[in-house]
């Protein structure tokens, strides 16, 4: 906690294609459009650090992967027009183009990077204490090395984790060994509070 203040900084990571895919699973059985499972990232960023007392959101942090302007124009241009709409509403968005295969569009294109990106800011920011809290938001296991090492540090900034929820299903959530690591579970009340159904492939005049 910063000297003199009586609140906890939050700085809330946001692993997006992670986030985006669970809660299409979660809450749509991966059907219908594409903007199924979308959510405005500060929302979901306020709604994480006011779930325990004595917090306030100071950053929300979107990392994602970015179509190639030139092979796939379409999909460029929705990811802009949504970046530009997370960064007026305060998000800061990292991204780094996705790298195609050699029989795209046949195989999808994928993400390269971003998991490193996500971990180097979750420790970077933790070692400069820059956050009291850091949550993040994903169910991969390729970034437990960093919520790890950050569990390392000893007293200082912790790091928690979320993770989308129905009551009915298994839900799947980052777990470190010998740490107990909070998890904000989010339900379908919640999703729909921050839903965003705006379709980005349509240029809005």
């Not at 985006?20 to 499972?37: C, D, E, K």
């Not at 294109?109 to 009291?132: F, N, P, Q, R, S």
């Not at 928690?160 to 929820?165: L, S």
Request: glycine share 6%.
């Amino acid at each position: 906690m910063q000297k003199g203040s009586s609140m906890d900084r939050v700085v809330v990571f946001l692993d997006w294609q992670n986030v985006y895919m669970n809660a299409r699973s979660t809450f749509h059985r991966n059907r219908g459009p594409v903007q199924l499972g979308n959510v405005y990232p500060t929302q979901l960023g306020q709604r994480l650090a006011q779930a325990r007392p004595g917090r306030e959101l100071t950053e929300v942090r979107v990392y994602r992967g970015q179509p190639d302007s030139t092979r796939d124009p379409k999909s460029y241009g929705a990811n802009r027009r949504q970046q530009a709409a997370w960064e007026r509403a305060g998000a800061k968005v990292t991204q780094r183009t996705l790298r195609y295969p050699t029989r795209w569009p046949d195989e999808r294109a994928e993400e390269k990077g971003i998991d490193v990106a996500i971990a180097v800011d979750l420790v970077m920011m933790a070692v400069a204490k820059e956050y009291d809290v850091g949550i993040l938001m994903s169910t991969d296991t390729d970034l437990k090395p960093a919520l790890e090492a950050v569990a390392s540090l000893g007293e200082g900034p912790i790091c928690e984790v979320a993770a989308w929820k129905d009551p009915d299903r298994p839900t799947s959530q980052l777990r470190i060994a010998g740490v107990e690591l909070w998890c904000h579970f989010l339900y379908l009340d919640d999703y729909k509070s921050m839903a965003d159904g705006r379709d980005y492939t349509i240029r809005l005049e």
